[in-house]
């Protein structure tokens, strides 16, 4: 007998084993073999692996996509990945409400499409912002947008396509467009039903508002650069080092940063009794030489020694040399 089973030997076995042909107590004793429990109808495509690869991700994606809303509403919002999931594109249809806001979505390079669903639950109160609504929960219509409220969730979606292709650029460069937009998602015959996607859920957090986000990914699209995602999981993109760009960013700003520098004269030890009776014009005398060097913190870490002085009729400092791991205010 072959090892590999062809398709009719497999609709046999199914057939057999739903009708009761097959009596699994009858079986040989099977020692040490080990049992896994396998779909026929749904075969496991994606590798647990695989989706934490795709999880860890698209987390970044949800980070850049929370700072693109809230640019775009002025507010805070909060994207976080709720799960990332196998499943065929009929169930992803069918958890569906309609109307929604499907969006079908082509990737290039390559032949194939993404669908990204917003949920009617955070749709509605994002165009309740949008408009001018006040801070109270938004009424959730049971109907689609109109023409207005979908160009505004239109400009949401280009900020969405943005952030994907931006995280997907980690991995590989893509170019994302909108094919069509339908609220009943049942209008969009995109994959066949048993076709196997990747689902990815977002949950958003505007307010008192939350709802969700749906990114289908079709495993076709997603399979030529699985090793590269489950590649660069291992290296930990997300850590890389900044880049040139970025130091010289960082030093812009850290140059304009203030921060505060005091020079130490000299220090003395007194009771709070003498330092209660002290009055303009005492004295205080002190062990240090007048020729010796003051030390001169920044942030109130010893930095600098130097010697004090005039420069253009006001009270200076010249700066000698480094201060050392004993020099202490």
Not at 45 to 59: C, D, G, N, P, Q
Not at 151 to 168: C, G, K, N, S
Not at 186 to 199: G, H, K, R
């Amino acid at each position: 007998m072959p090892d590999v089973l062809d398709q009719n030997e497999i609709d046999a076995l199914l057939t057999a084993i739903e009708g009761g042909e097959v009596d699994f107590t009858q079986m040989p004793d099977a020692g040490d073999w080990s049992v896994d429990l396998y779909d026929f109808r749904r075969p496991e495509r994606v590798s647990k692996e695989h989706i934490r690869s795709l999880e860890a991700l698209h987390e970044g994606f949800s980070r850049t996509l929370g700072a693109a809303i809230s640019g775009f509403l002025r507010a805070i919002v909060d994207v976080r990945v709720a799960s990332v999931e196998q499943c065929t594109y009929g169930e992803f249809i069918l958890s569906l409400p309609n109307p929604t806001c499907f969006y079908l979505l082509d990737v290039k390079p390559g032949e194939g499409n993404m669908i990204l669903e917003l949920n009617p639950s955070i749709v509605f109160p994002i165009l309740d912002r949008l408009l001018g609504g006040g801070r109270e929960p938004a009424i959730i219509p049971e109907r689609p947008v109109t023409e207005i409220e979908k160009r505004l969730v239109d400009r949401l979606v280009d900020r969405a396509m943005h952030a994907l292709a931006e995280t997907w650029g980690l991995i590989q460069e893509i170019e994302l467009s909108i094919v069509q937009m339908e609220t009943n998602p049942q209008l969009i015959q995109a994959l066949p039903a048993s076709e196997v996607v990747v689902l990815l859920t977002f949950e958003i957090a505007i307010d008192d508002a939350s709802g969700m986000i749906h990114l289908c990914v079709p495993f076709a699209v997603v399979e030529p650069i699985m090793n590269k995602i489950t590649r660069a999981s291992r290296l930990d993109y997300m850590q890389r080092g900044p880049d040139e760009e970025s130091r010289a960013t960082i030093a812009r700003v850290l140059e304009r940063a203030p921060v505060g520098l005091v020079g130490y004269l000299a220090g003395t030890a007194i009771t709070v009794g003498d330092l209660a009776r002290l009055n303009v014009g005492d004295i205080l005398k002190t062990d240090k030489p007048a020729g010796e060097t003051l030390l001169l913190t920044v942030g109130g870490r010893p930095k600098y020694r130097g010697r004090v002085g005039r420069h253009r009729g006001k009270k200076a400092l010249l700066i000698t040399d480094q201060a050392t791991a004993r020099d202490q205010p």
